[in-house]
């Protein structure tokens, strides 16, 4: 979540606090996850043009833990989608592809090259850690 713009950060943190079972499936995709979400059709954005590919991240994709598997409850997104605040959107809207578990911060294509920490990088280090002095 570290890795997430502040508005995802306080969202992701304020849901999974009500709903223990809820965890990110997915944050910054690289250029790889990028091709492979494509290929698989997780996704139908090329790399560059998904709010997965910045950092930091303006999207994340969530799922329930229950009983040890990975599980999607149309019903909890439902409910979390009715919660959103005015700066993050679902993608239960989208056409062709509805993604329930899709979250993102509304507006992130014009976000996404003026952010101040923003910068799109062609592979993320394991275990990197993203100070946001603003949060404070």
Known sequence: ???????LQKW?????????TLHIMTAYRGPKDQKRALRTG??????GKS???????????LFFLVEGKSKQNVVKYQTMIKRLPSTIENGSTFTGLVDWSHFYVK???????TYPHGT???ELPLHTKFVMPHLE
Not at 12 to 20: G, H, N
Not at 42 to 47: G, I, L
Not at 51 to 61: E, S, T
Not at 107 to 113: C, E, G
Request: charged fraction near 20%; proline fraction near 7%; hydrophobic fraction near 40%.
């Open 1 to 7: 979540i570290m890795q997430c713009h502040p508005f």
């Open 12 to 20: 992701f943190t304020r849901e999974q606090a009500t709903d223990k």
């Open 42 to 47: 997780s996704s139908r954005a090329v790399w």
């Open 51 to 61: 709010a997965h590919n910045y950092i930091p991240c303006l999207a994340i994709d």
């Open 107 to 113: 507006n992130w294509q014009k976000l996404a090259p």
């Open 120 to 122: 799109m990088v062609k």
